[in-house]
């Protein structure tokens, strides 16, 4: 049994063509020098590349503007075409893959294989490796703040020292003075009252005033 691949545009300005894969490597493109040629305003000029790998056909978009599709998701590398696969490019051309067996000695196609569409495994995306968190920054926590109207308490004065009590030592030099005038002149003068000793003690001084009272 021998194979054969094709691709069949369903949409496009190609209409319903089949176009037999056959080569090794074909260029699909706007351009007339490609292998395969869709003449649309949506296809690059060198649109894709098809590569024939064991058996079946890698499809590799070429950095085409409007990108090529594979089950509504955009391919970004080569991918290797399952039977049915419906490729689409921009929002106006889409094709399907195919594979057929037929018998060599068969002048008829004996079968024609069109699975339901495979999912196409996206290729493996390089794995980007945590970044350092870097430390947060924790600001100093504040002194609590009172609520607003809250009374505050001062605190209580330092106690001092009692001050030295002058009062009590300048009543003591008083009592002082008043005994000493009290020994060395009240008493003295009593009794020289009551001895009538005035002329005696003070002869020149008594003697015109109490004249007459000395004896």
């Known amino acids: 049994m021998a194979k054969s691949y094709k691709l069949i545009f369903k949409n496009g300005p190609t209409g319903d063509r089949e176009f037999s894969l056959e080569k090794d490597v074909l260029f699909l493109g706007r351009d007339?020098?490609?292998?395969?040629v869709v003449d649309d305003s949506e296809v690059s000029r060198r649109h894709a590349r098809l590569s024939?790998?064991?058996?079946?056909?890698?499809?590799?978009?070429?950095?085409?503007?409007?990108?090529?599709?594979?089950?509504?998701?955009?391919?970004?590398?080569?991918?290797?075409?399952?039977?049915?696969t419906e490729i689409t490019i921009g929002e106006r051309v889409s094709l399907?893959?195919?594979?057929?067996?037929?018998?060599?000695?068969?002048?008829?196609?004996?079968?024609?294989?069109?699975?339901?569409?495979?999912?196409?495994?996206?290729?493996?995306?390089?794995?980007?490796p945590p970044s350092a968190v870097p430390p947060t920054y924790a600001p100093p926590s504040q002194p609590a703040t009172p609520p607003v109207g809250?009374?505050?308490?001062?605190?209580?004065?330092?106690?001092?020292?009692?001050?030295?009590?002058?009062?009590?030592?300048?009543?003591?030099?008083?009592?002082?003075?008043?005994?000493?005038?009290?020994?060395?002149?009240?008493?003295?003068?009593?009794?020289?009252?009551?001895?009538?000793s005035y002329c005696a003690l003070f002869p020149g001084l008594f003697n015109a005033l109490q004249a007459g009272t000395c004896l």
Request: negative net charge.
């Open 32 to 36: 007339v020098n490609n292998d395969i």
């Open 52 to 84: 024939r790998q064991g058996e079946g056909y890698v499809y590799e978009d070429l950095g085409s503007t409007n990108g090529s599709f594979i089950l509504g998701q955009r391919i970004t590398a080569p991918t290797l075409l399952v039977p049915g």
């Open 96 to 128: 399907d893959y195919l594979v057929e067996e037929s018998d060599p000695s068969a002048t008829v196609v004996v079968s024609r294989i069109r699975p339901e569409p495979a999912v196409a495994v996206p290729p493996a995306q390089p794995v980007t």
């Open 150 to 196: 809250a009374s505050m308490t001062p605190p209580p004065p330092m106690t001092s020292m009692p001050a030295p009590k002058k009062k009590s030592k300048g009543l003591v030099v008083l009592l002082i003075i008043l005994a000493v005038i009290l020994v060395f002149c009240i008493i003295p003068w009593i009794i020289v009252d009551l001895t009538n």
